[in-house]
């Protein structure tokens, strides 16, 4: 079952755009939305996360936008660079001792 | 401080095999999950394990099993291997108590790359 959903699957945008990934959950339970980026090769690494009494958070060109009726969430970069072409996993917890389930992710290519 | 090693990097079995892949956690890490990574399903969580004990679990079949040691280095076993059990294997470590900020973010290692044939 999956608990938490992620879209598109793969995403292609030109240098300087804005890509944006979706993801949606059903948990209510669920209080912590990080957001994971892995380069090929190498292990995923956090790259940002959100709690939900905020409805958004930017580190850097990175932005999580938070929609706790809609139970859904989103990444958002901004000014993309090809250096950024990498997968991109959301991912939620219940509770500090949870295990933190991800979504299938996003093959993000940014173009020169 | 280091990072989370996995070894081996690499590894190849055939069917019916059984198999252990090893994991050190960063120095100071109680915690260390298990993740199953396939193309079609992302990233599929296996078990957690914090001081010795197994806390969490994920859906996997009982050929999956892991145990953590008390230098927190955890390893994880598959028996009767399939073939679609090929797969990237990950590691993850993370503080496994104390607040929230510092206990949430999960460390990984580059994984071990499973191939049943």
């Known amino acids: 079952q999956q608990q938490v959903k992620q879209s598109p699957q793969s995403l292609i945008v030109q240098k300087g755009g804005i890509p944006i990934i979706n993801c949606a959950y059903e948990n209510t339970a669920f209080d912590y939305f990080p957001w994971y980026q892995q380069f090929p090769g190498k292990g995923p690494a956090l790259l940002i996360a959100?709690?939900?009494?905020?409805s958004e958070k930017k580190e850097g060109r990175f932005t999580i936008s938070f929609n706790k009726s809609a139970k859904q969430f989103s990444l958002h970069i901004m000014d993309s660079q090809p250096g950024d072409s990498a997968t991109y996993f959301c991912?939620?917890?219940?509770?500090?001792?949870?295990?933190?389930?991800f979504g299938k992710g996003t093959r993000l290519h940014i173009l020169p | 401080k280091a990072g989370v090693t996995q070894t081996p990097r690499y590894l190849i079995k055939t069917r019916g095999q059984q198999v252990t892949l090893s994991c050190s956690p960063i120095s100071g890490h109680r915690s260390v999950s298990w993740y199953q990574q396939t193309p079609g399903q992302g990233l599929q969580f296996l078990f957690e394990y914090f001081s010795e004990t197994q806390r969490n679990k994920g859906n996997f079949p009982g050929r999956f099993s892991g145990r953590q040691f008390s230098n927190s280095r955890s390893e994880m076993n598959v028996s009767t291997l399939e073939l679609g059990d090929s797969a990237l294997y990950l590691c993850?470590?993370?503080?496994?108590?104390?607040?929230?900020?510092?206990?949430?973010?999960?460390?990984f290692g580059s994984g071990t790359q499973l191939s049943v044939l």
């Open positions: 991912a939620a917890s219940k509770g500090r001792d949870d295990k933190i389930i």
């Open positions: 959100i709690r939900p009494d905020v």
């Open positions: 993850a470590s993370r503080q496994g108590q104390g607040p929230a900020v510092s206990n949430e973010k999960l460390f």
